[in-house]
C-alpha cells in the first residue's frame, strides 16, 4: 500500500507563490510516477503536473506551464509543485496522486492523497 501526505496549502494574495509537497510511505515508490491535480468548487477534478519515475517532468496543464514546477527530492520519497504568480483561479484542493503507469497516472492513478486546499485572494 501507498500513502501519500500533502502539505504546504494555505492562502495567498495573487502573485504570490506557494509550494506544495507530497511525502510518501508504504510500499517503494521509486519506481512510480507522481502526479498534482486540482479540484476548484463545482468542477471537475483536473490533472495539473506529472513527473516520470525517473524524474522526467511529463506534461502540465496549460493554465500552469511557466508557473508551476514539479519535481521530486534524490530518495523519491517527496514530490513538489512550486507555485509560482499564483492567480485567484488557481484557488482548488490540491491532490498529489501515485501510479506505476505514466499514462494512467494522468487519467486514473492507483493512489491519492487527502489533498490540500490552495486559496487565492484577488
Known amino acids: 500500500q501507498v500513502q501519500l501526505v500533502e502539505s504546504g496549502g494555505g492562502l495567498v494574495q495573487a502573485g504570490g507563490s506557494l509550494r506544495l509537497s507530497c511525502a510518501t510511505s508504504?510500499?517503494?515508490?521509486?519506481?512510480?510516477?507522481m502526479g498534482w491535480f486540482r479540484q476548484a468548487p463545482g468542477k471537475e477534478r483536473e490533472f495539473v503536473a506529472g513527473?516520470?519515475?525517473?524524474?522526467?517532468?511529463?506534461d502540465y496543464t496549460d493554465s500552469v506551464k511557466g508557473r508551476f514546477t514539479i519535481s521530486r527530492d534524490n530518495a523519491k520519497t517527496t514530490t513538489y509543485l512550486q507555485m509560482n504568480s499564483l492567480k485567484p483561479e488557481d484557488t482548488a484542493v490540491y491532490y498529489c496522486?501515485?501510479?506505476?503507469?505514466?499514462?494512467?497516472?494522468?487519467?486514473?492513478?492507483?493512489?491519492w492523497g487527502q489533498g490540500t486546499q490552495v486559496t487565492v485572494s484577488s
Open positions: 508504504g510500499r517503494t515508490i521509486s519506481n512510480y510516477a
Open positions: 513527473l516520470s519515475w525517473t524524474g522526467a517532468q511529463l
Open positions: 496522486a501515485a501510479d506505476t503507469s505514466n499514462r494512467r497516472l494522468r487519467t486514473s492513478p492507483n493512489y
